[in-house]
């Protein structure tokens, strides 16, 4: 799999294209990521957030998560004898939360809409060598207001720390 585009010599080049044992891959595309990449990097704490959208992390959240998983991930990975699962390239290892926000569905439906923060947390294993320490679903914020989670997230950010 991987993104594939050909350079001016016509040779297709992926994001699992590099072999090597670098912590991280360079991706073929040049943009904000570049400065992302590095400052995941070189972090040991991630929080990592996102609204859900129809149960789902946003398109932000999925290109952030797709683009992270070849470069700082390898394929060595075995499940079920299938090999080129991610597994992170670096020993170094994260601590990471996961906050998830709905405008709309209270905490109590949680688990009807909420397939992102089992996906990143698996992402940001496989990927990031990070462990999650914990998550906050703040939901019906539109009723609720922000303020009304201020005191999970920060006892979360505590246990982050």
């Known amino acids: 799999m991987g993104f594939k585009r050909l350079n001016k010599s016509n040779k297709a080049l992926a994001c699992r294209d590099s072999k090597t044992n670098d912590p991280v891959a360079d991706c073929i595309l040049r943009d904000d990521m ?3 990449r590095e400052d995941v990097l070189t972090s040991d704490l991630l929080i990592l957030g996102t609204p859900v959208h129809m149960g789902y992390a946003t398109a932000i959240m999925m290109a952030f998560l797709e683009r992270i998983c070849w470069t700082f991930a390898k394929p060595e990975g ?6 080129g699962c991610p597994v992170p390239r670096s020993n170094k290892t994260r601590k990471a939360i996961i906050i998830v926000t709905s405008g709309i569905v209270p905490p109590l439906f949680r688990k009807f809409c909420d397939d992102a923060t089992s996906l990143i947390k698996q992402t940001a294993k496989d990927s990031l060598n990070a462990k999650t320490v ?5 939901g019906d914020i539109e009723h609720r207001g922000v ?15």
């Open 78 to 83: 075995k499940i079920l004898s299938i090999q």
């Open 34 to 36: 570049d400065i992302i």
């Open 147 to 161: 303020e009304y989670y201020y005191r999970s997230a920060f006892n979360l950010g505590r246990k982050l720390v």
């Open 134 to 138: 914990g998550d906050l679903y703040a």
